[in-house]
């Protein structure tokens, strides 16, 4: 190597760290590693593991879910333009005189309004879906973890983010390795 691609080399800047990652032996001592790492304030975190596991949900709860929300706006979207359309249609564009109604004959409208409102809610919802689960996303830092193909077998894994406002590399470490952890590894982003 020359002196250039020797400087060079080590001005790069170290990898940035995703989290650190920890791996336990049962679904236990995972469990109670999380509930651990919640009682010490760590609110960024995840959980792997090939089940469900229990109580694990309420433990690594990150934010309130938006889906909610996402799928009432699309199926309030689709109950106006269903409504509106139909009403455009009716009483502004073409107006045709049925039977002697009037043009804003609103119970006639509403079978339209009800099949727009599920349509655009479902709609909503899996887009909703796929955007606040950051799909399709083929690669995750987490991947790179030694031994975390186990996960969809026999392994059992604890990330705790660097995001986290609590994160501090050593101490992490040293609280998981005391929670019992089998190795901790350190997560390039």
């Given at each position: 190597m020359t002196a250039e691609a020797i400087h060079d080399h080590a001005s790069e800047p170290p990898p940035a760290l995703y989290g650190i990652a920890a791996e336990f032996d049962t679904s236990e001592a995972l469990l109670r590693a999380a509930r651990a790492a919640h009682l010490q304030g760590y609110t960024r975190?995840?959980?792997y593991s090939?089940?469900?596991?229990e109580g694990m949900a309420e433990v690594v709860a990150r934010h309130p879910n938006p889906m909610p929300r996402i799928m009432f706006l699309g199926g309030l979207a689709g109950a106006l333009t269903g409504y509106g359309l139909q009403y455009y249609c009716a009483v502004i564009a073409y107006k045709i005189n049925v039977a002697g109604r009037p043009y804003h004959s609103w119970p006639s409208f509403i079978p339209v309004t009800?099949?727009?409102t599920i349509l655009f809610s479902a709609i909503?919802?899996?887009i909703g879906m796929?955007?606040?689960n950051g799909l399709p996303k083929p690669w995750h830092p987490i991947f790179s973890t030694p031994h975390f193909e186990r996960a969809t077998?026999?392994?059992?894994?604890l990330c705790i983010e660097s995001d986290d406002p609590r994160?501090?590399?050593q101490v992490v470490r040293r609280f998981l390795s005391q929670q019992g952890a089998k190795e901790v590894h350190d997560v390039e982003d």
């Open positions: 975190m995840d959980a090939p089940f469900p596991i009800f099949e727009l909503s919802g899996l796929l955007a606040v077998r026999d392994g059992f894994f994160f501090d590399p």
